[in-house]
């Protein structure tokens, strides 16, 4: 039986909890937080509503198997830290966008990394978790 005020807490927690961790994501550059701790907070917020919900209903939330979210992330850092070989750079150089976005700021290879261990760290965790709670139910 799971309990009604954590069924509650939990609706109101994730979409929350998500925009944390994609503001820590994108603050994670010149500041705490990044990638590793917004993917973190990402799959704390999933295992919260699995622990209120159960794996079933978290499944049709998520959506996407988290081994494909977790080579995504591989592909995104491995891309960022590569691309700087075809402009002539050497390996893992910082390349920048010119302009300034408004709301993200300026990006670059670092902050393509960053997106690609957020994802990376989400896929793991979330595999993790997933495979635990279908050996218990």
Same mark, same amino acid.
């Given at each position: 039986m799971r309990s009604i005020i954590l069924k509650t807490m939990t609706m109101y927690?994730?979409?929350?909890?998500?925009?944390?961790?994609?503001?820590?994501?994108?603050?994670?550059?010149?500041?705490?937080?990044?990638?590793?701790?917004?993917?973190l907070v990402a799959s704390a917020a999933y295992s919260l509503y699995l622990?209120?919900?159960?794996?079933?209903?978290?499944?049709? #939330?998520?959506?996407?198997?988290? #081994?494909?979210?977790l080579a995504f992330g591989l592909f995104l850092a491995a891309s960022s830290v590569v691309f700087? #070989?075809?402009?002539?750079?050497?390996?893992?150089?910082g390349v920048w966008y010119e302009h300034k976005l408004p709301i993200v700021g300026s990006l670059g290879t670092p902050s393509v990394f960053d997106t690609g261990v957020y994802f990376t760290v989400l896929g793991v965790t979330l595999n993790i978790?997933?495979?635990?709670?279908?050996?218990?139910?």
């Open positions: 927690l994730l979409p929350l909890l998500l925009i944390f961790s994609v503001f820590l994501l994108f603050r994670g550059h010149n500041h705490p937080g990044g990638g590793f701790v917004g993917g622990l209120g919900f159960g794996i079933d209903k978290v499944k049709t #939330i998520f959506r996407v198997q988290p #081994i494909k979210v700087p #070989i075809f402009l002539g750079k050497p390996l893992m150089t978790i997933f495979t635990l709670f279908e050996d218990k139910e």
